[in-house]
């Protein structure tokens, strides 16, 4: 008796240990990708794990009146962010700040943003779906 009391025991920490392994897996800082290594952040940028309800809340102030799809079908220029990989945002929002990437509307923009708010707001539009504008 005491022994499958013991096994139920065992049992119950390891299903307990996979389903934690399972939810640390998901890594939102898109520090592996080559796209962050190329931006020697620091390490607590590096590590930082975006959070996607936070980017909403930012992209809905700040961001939806020239990227929202009312403005995409009028402007041709400006780009859909929606879809688009989360550590390729995050490098165009980081190399604008730095005057690396040369665009005065979002250089702007980009200025106003924390490296931890741009992760955020890269992370949420890349889990976004494109709507077809041609609509
Ligand atoms: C006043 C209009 C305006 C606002 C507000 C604005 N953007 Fe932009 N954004 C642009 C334009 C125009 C471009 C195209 C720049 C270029 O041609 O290089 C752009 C480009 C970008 C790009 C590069 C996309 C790509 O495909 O390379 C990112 C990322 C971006 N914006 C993120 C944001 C975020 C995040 C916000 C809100 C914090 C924001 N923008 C607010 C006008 C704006």
């Known amino acids: 008796m005491q022994h499958s009391i013991l096994k139920i025991a065992c049992c119950s920490t390891l299903l307990t240990g996979l389903v934690i392994s399972n939810v640390q897996a998901a890594d939102n800082s898109f520090k592996e990708t080559l796209a962050l290594k190329e931006l020697a952040l620091e390490s607590d940028l590096l590590n930082y794990q975006a959070d ?24 041709s220029t400006y780009p ?26 979002m250089q702007g923009q980009a200025s106003m943003l924390s490296e931890t708010e741009m992760k955020d707001v ?9 709507v077809d504008l041609s609509q």
């Open 52 to 75: 996607a309800s936070k980017g909403e809340v930012l992209a809905n102030q700040r961001c939806v009146a020239c990227h929202g799809d009312a403005m995409l079908k009028m402007m």
């Open 122 to 130: 890269a992370l949420y539009y890349s889990q976004q779906t494109a």
């Open 80 to 105: 859909n962010l929606k879809g688009q990989k989360g550590a390729y945002l995050f490098k165009q929002l980081v190399q604008f700040k730095r005057g690396e990437r040369i665009n005065p509307i």
